[in-house]
T-cell receptor
Framework: AQSVTQLGSHVSVSEGALVLLRCNYS??????LFWYVQYPNQGLQLLLK??????LVKGINGFEAEFKKSETSFHLTKPSAHMSDAAEYFC????????????FGSGTKLNVKP | EAGVAQSPRYKIIEKRQSVAFWCNPI?????LYWYQQILGQGPKLLIQ????????DSQLPKDRFSAERLKGVDSTLKIQPAKLEDSAVYLC?????????????FGPGTRLTVT
């Protein structure tokens, strides 16, 4: 079975500081990995995804994530936080052996201080 | 391109009442998903449709939850009777075809409060 663990339910950074949101996964098959962002009262929006190939994946709004198989991790980073980045971020793994079923982590709320 | 539409956006009901949610996926998307997102948790898949057939409903509490996608386009999710623990946001998502892509597009959700 697949599972996702996001360390830190709340992360607070200053504007302009590095953003690092942690995600570790467990998968019985080579994983497809995703990061989604959720703004208040909105649905989830895809930030980036890893399927195969290059392990450093670039997404929208300056975010990127690196797939590290040896560490079973897919941490999300952004060099410089903006106020508009304040939202909740979800890491997910999909299992192509189970109809591409998604398993989400419990989310990390990012607060950006001025 | 219009996104995934859901209604209502908010619903408050008393326990033991029934409620229904509606979802209209992106035009042309064959796969439709319903998720339950309880406060403080990530979304959990309830049911997955491919056109008008069910692909996976293993996590749907079938004693009280039902869902249909009769014409393979829009879908309804029903809860009858509701319990306090059903308070959550119900998200609908769609994808072009789960056999070809794992990219899902999410609607804004319906926030259900059961009192």
């Amino acid at each position: 079975a697949q599972s996702v663990t996001q360390l830190g339910s709340h992360v607070s950074v200053s504007e302009g500081a590095l953003v690092l949101l942690r995600c570790n996964y467990s998968s019985s098959v080579p994983p497809y990995l995703f990061w989604y962002v959720q703004y208040p009262n909105q649905g989830l929006q895809l930030l980036l995804k890893y399927t195969t190939g290059a392990t450093l994946v670039k997404g929208i709004n300056g975010f990127e994530a690196e797939f590290k198989k040896s560490e079973t991790s897919f941490h999300l980073t952004k060099p410089s936080a903006h106020m508009s980045d304040a939202a909740e971020y979800f890491c997910a793994v999909s299992d192509y052996s189970q109809f591409n079923k998604f398993y989400f982590g419990s989310g990390t709320k990012l607060n950006v201080k001025p | 391109e219009a996104g995934v539409a859901q209604s209502p956006r908010y619903k408050i009901i008393e326990k033991r009442q029934s409620v229904a949610f509606w979802c209209n996926p992106i035009s042309g998307h064959a796969t439709l998903y319903w998720y339950q997102q309880i406060l403080g948790q990530g979304p959990k898949l309830l049911i997955q449709f491919q056109n008008n057939g069910v692909v996976d409903d293993s996590q749907l509490p079938k004693d009280r939850f039902s869902a249909e996608r009769l014409k393979g386009v829009d879908s309804t999710l029903k809860i009858q009777p509701a319990k306090l623990e059903d308070s959550a946001v119900y998200l609908c998502a769609s994808s072009l075809d789960y056999r070809m892509t794992n990219e899902q597009y999410f609607g804004p959700g319906t926030r259900l409060t059961v009192t």
